[in-house]
């Protein structure tokens, strides 16, 4: 009951077994081994461009999306190995290897189960749309990069983990290329487009991949042809089940891989909650976000201990699953079965696939990852969208996902906070107050007479950090000082910790010099930070009045209770 009070963890699995039926059963099987058949050239292909050996992209899919189906907050989310991680897994394997990537994977499944657990699931979808995008788009040209050697054949002993220095190398060992792998590439780019046009029903990667791998076993056997590399040249393919590995934590390795980490968990929780959303979009579902996040948390934690890379829910695995009758988590734990069985009985023959084959395959997915008609459509926002956009963009593709991220969402903090100044506005009224635009209260007077010696500042917006040296500066360009001050919240929605100093300044230095403050049309939500922080003891709660009548009224009683100035001598 606690944990139920306090975390929001509601599996759907289990609430979609209580009316479970045979009919149910039978789409939730088809959906699950076309599903399973779907990801497994995705599996092999994200594990090899990830750094890892093929099967370990297929007990990523299988023992992943199990976990993800088996305790996830979506019905249809299908769990796995994503392009969008291979750019910072890639990354951390050629700086850590594969044990710092373990580590890094099992603290960022903590982080998302610490997210979930807190409730953070919605407050992920506030991340800016530019900062997605832009992300999404320079992974996808990554992405692209990194397929050029397999491609064109090139022979190159380590490519580089860096955008430019792969087209350095890349340009070095031009006189290495090798038309029959860039001819097996582009045919199965061909395959992929134009396959869904004959059936849409079998995916046009695994189509490509069965007609590649037999056109490549001829080429070689038959015709001698032996330069085109396939799975089997680069690794070894075991089939059979995964042990489990110890991993070895220390501080040092932990500070060092946090920022990883911190990338992975954040990449992952987009990516997880922004398929589940357009999984809602077209089942009419709803998802429950936070318990999604501790399913992606709890999957990347296992995952590593068998040798696997990170998990996230996979957009275009899911959107597979919705279409071919996947309606409840049980599709999702078939296509996990389905990859298993695949590994154990067919996963030899993986060893034929050629290699330029999967660069056609992830080609195509970066293509799709590129979103370049949203990109191009983006350019013609705002100058402050456009350039948190390209800050994204060029940081994902020339540094690293890590330093975009965060670099991006600084610049988004800060380009808010510029936004909400600018709307934000502290004038100062000395003689009338129009009320002809105004709706505080009820009135029929047009225009409210301010009694001399007082003065009415307005804050029109919320009173935080960004606007307190805004205030500040209005206070002291103003010359002559009154006797009372009335200083109207109706329109402020929320204040900070920054905003209550400020005020609490002001209110000293009025205290100091002898003038009288006055709060006026303070909403509920203000007026608790007021009094949890005992502001409203310091000022009397008689001078927080409610609305600018109140307000007004009672500077005229100071004003009445001052003595009277000294007569002048003729």
């Not at 190159?156 to 029959?180: G, M, Q, R």
């Not at 050629?354 to 660069?359: R, T």
């Not at 808010?416 to 100044?421: A, D, P, Q």
């Not at 003891?537 to 007004?552: F, M, S, V, Y």
């Amino acid at each position: 009951m606690w944990i139920k009070d306090k975390i929001d963890f509601q599996p759907k699995l289990f609430a979609s077994l209580k009316n479970y039926s045979k009919e149910r059963f039978v789409g939730d099987l088809m959906a699950g081994v076309i599903v399973g058949i779907v990801a497994l050239p995705l599996a092999i292909a994200f594990g090899i461009a990830s750094g890892v050996s093929p099967e370990k992209g297929l007990i990523t899919a299988f023992i992943g999306g199990f976990i993800v189906s088996f305790l996830g907050g979506s019905n249809v989310q299908i769990g796995g190995p994503t392009g969008a991680f291979i750019v910072i897994v890639y990354g951390i394997i050629q700086n850590f290897g594969v044990g710092g990537l373990a580590i890094a994977t099992v603290m960022a499944g903590i982080m998302l189960m610490v997210m979930g657990a807190l409730r953070l699931g919605t407050i992920i979808r506030f991340i800016p749309y530019p900062i997605v995008v832009g992300f999404t788009s320079g992974i996808a040209l990554t992405i692209f990069t990194t397929q050029m050697k397999d491609l064109f054949g090139l022979s190159i002993t380590k490519v580089p983990a860096d955008f430019i220095s792969k087209w350095v190398v890349y340009a070095e060992h031009l006189h290495t290329f090798n038309p029959w792998p860039l001819f097996v590439g582009l045919l199965s780019i061909a395959i992929i487009v134009y396959a869904p046009k004959l059936s849409g029903k079998i995916p046009g990667s695994l189509i490509a991949i069965v007609v590649m791998t037999l056109v490549v076993y001829l080429l070689r056997h038959w015709f001698g042809i032996s330069s085109i590399q396939t799975i089997g040249d680069l690794f070894t393919i075991k089939a059979s089940l995964p042990q489990p590995e110890a991993l070895s934590f220390n501080m040092e390795t932990i500070n060092q891989l946090l920022p990883s980490a911190f990338t992975i968990a954040m990449l992952g929780a987009i990516e997880s909650l922004l398929s589940a959303t357009v999984a809602d979009g077209v089942t009419g579902d709803k998802h429950h976000s936070n318990t999604e996040l501790i399913a992606q948390g709890a999957a990347n934690i296992v995952v590593p201990i068998f040798g696997g890379i990170p998990v996230t829910g996979a957009i275009a695995r899911t959107m597979t699953n919705i279409n071919n009758g996947g309606r409840t988590p049980v599709a999702g734990i078939v296509h996990a079965v389905v990859l298993l069985l695949i590994l154990l009985f067919l996963g030899p023959l993986t060893r034929h696939i050629p290699m330029a084959c999967l660069a056609g395959v992830l080609i195509i997915v970066s293509y799709n990852m590129s979103e370049w008609r949203t990109f191009r459509s983006l350019l013609k926002n705002p100058r402050s969208d456009v350039s948190v956009l390209l800050v994204t963009f060029f940081l994902t593709v020339i540094f690293d996902l890590t330093i975009a991220i965060e670099i991006g969402l600084l610049i988004a903090m800060f380009l808010f906070m510029r936004r909400v100044m600018e709307t934000t506005s502290v004038s100062v009224a000395r003689d009338v107050i129009d009320l002809s635009n105004e709706s505080e209260v009820l009135h029929e007077e047009e225009k409210l007479i301010i009694p001399q010696g007082v003065e009415v500042y307005e804050i029109d917006g919320p009173f935080f950090f960004g606007i307190a040296n805004k205030f500040d500066g209005v206070m002291q360009s103003l010359g002559d000082k009154p006797k009372v001050r009335i200083l109207r919240m109706r329109k402020v929605p929320f204040m900070d910790s920054t905003g209550l100093h400020n005020l609490e300044s002001l209110f000293r230095l009025s205290q100091a010099e002898n003038i009288h403050l006055i709060l006026s049309g303070v909403n509920p939500k203000v007026y608790g930070v007021l009094t949890k922080a005992g502001f409203d003891r310091k000022i009397g709660d008689e001078n927080i009045c409610t609305h600018i009548n109140e307000a007004l009224a009672k500077a005229s009683e100071v004003i009445a209770s001052f003595p009277p100035a000294p007569a002048k001598n003729r």
